[in-house]
């Protein structure tokens, strides 16, 4: 099951960039890479829209889940090798769920009146009210490539511990989940320039605590010049590839199972004048059978899940 990515768990959850591409035109070819100017900031309005379906024994069960933030993202530093290391902020963050007839879940960083009594608000308030305002540091080479997340482990320890439903939320908790989670907001840019037509993939797997191991590839394909609005932008397609092999262990109840893509589709808008990514969207569907194990019986479960997640650049945090 898709986490959000921050998370997920964010999730959710991945987040924009205050890049500027070296672009070298020759041959109708371009060379992306990132590269950014210490100081700078963007800001990013996003939202991650999740819909399962479960079939339980001949009965259908839905579940959504429904998550959106305003997230900072500020150039600390550039190193040596033209990494870029960014301070991120998560600003503002709304969740709302509706898991099981009669239970439901809110949370809204701007409000003060938190779900702390219910089983499910009891376990992932504390999550979000942690995430609210949370400041982290986000390692990205000129590729794109996300190599290490600083502060997340640490700032979430004590809320995982003992709590495998809020290690579901947060997408395991371990560095590796979340340096995956951010990976899904940057573009994996190819070595060689491209061309319009041009396509590239970048395969990866990762294992996360509480939850089970996923591996698959993203398949990017750049299209070429385009405009949002009077901009001039590059539109590159996402197509991901993604399979995983669950193992969730809540103590009394056990979760089992594989899954796989059954589509999946993306776009993203970058602006090559000012470096940034003006847009995200994309959609994925999965589908998959589980085997849940509760009080002394075995469950079938077969279950399809929708994700859909946009991204887009904001002058200034929303009020």
Not at 36 to 65: C, H, M, P, R, W
Not at 142 to 170: E, M
Not at 238 to 263: P, Q, R, W, Y
Request: net charge negative; proline share 4%; charged share 25%.
């Amino acid at each position: 099951m898709k986490l959000s990515r921050f998370t997920a768990a964010a999730t959710a959850c991945a987040v924009g960039l205050t890049l500027l591409p070296a672009i070298a035109y020759a041959n109708d070819t371009i060379e992306l890479r990132y590269k950014a100017k210490v100081g700078e900031k963007s800001i990013y309005q996003s939202s991650l829209t999740t819909e399962v379906n479960q079939s339980i024994n001949g009965k259908d069960v839905d579940t959504t889940f429904e998550q959106s933030d305003v997230t900072t993202y500020t150039v600390k530093k550039i190193a040596e090798d033209g990494t870029i290391i960014f301070e991120t902020q998560i600003e503002r963050l709304k969740v709302e769920g509706e898991f099981a007839p009669q239970v439901t879940f809110k949370f809204d960083s701007q409000s003060d009146d938190h779900d702390t009594t219910s089983q499910i608000g009891a376990a992932i308030t504390p999550l979000y009210e942690r995430l609210s305002g949370a400041i982290l540091g986000v390692e990205v080479t000129p590729l794109g490539k996300v190599k290490k997340v600083n502060g997340y482990i640490q700032l979430l320890q004590d809320v995982l511990k003992d709590n495998p439903i809020a290690q579901r939320f947060a997408g395991g908790g371990s560095e590796e989940a979340a340096v995956s989670n951010f990976q899904d907001l940057f573009v994996l840019f190819k070595e060689e320039p491209v061309k319009p037509g041009d396509t590239w993939d970048k395969p990866y797997k990762v294992k996360m605590p509480g939850l089970g191991e996923f591996e698959g590839k993203r398949n990017y394909t750049y299209v070429g010049p385009d405009k949002v609005g009077e901009i001039p932008t590059l539109r590159i397609t996402i197509d991901t590839d993604l399979s995983g092999d669950l193992d969730i262990d809540m103590g009394a109840t056990k979760v089992s199972g594989k899954f796989e893509t059954d589509s999946a589709s993306g776009t993203v808008q970058f602006d090559p004048a000012s470096g940034r990514i003006l847009s995200m969207d994309l959609e994925q569907t999965f589908s998959g059978d589980l085997t849940i194990e509760a009080g002394g019986m075995t469950i079938p479960v077969n279950f399809s899940q929708t994700l859909k997640n946009t991204r887009k650049l904001v002058d200034k945090i929303p009020e």
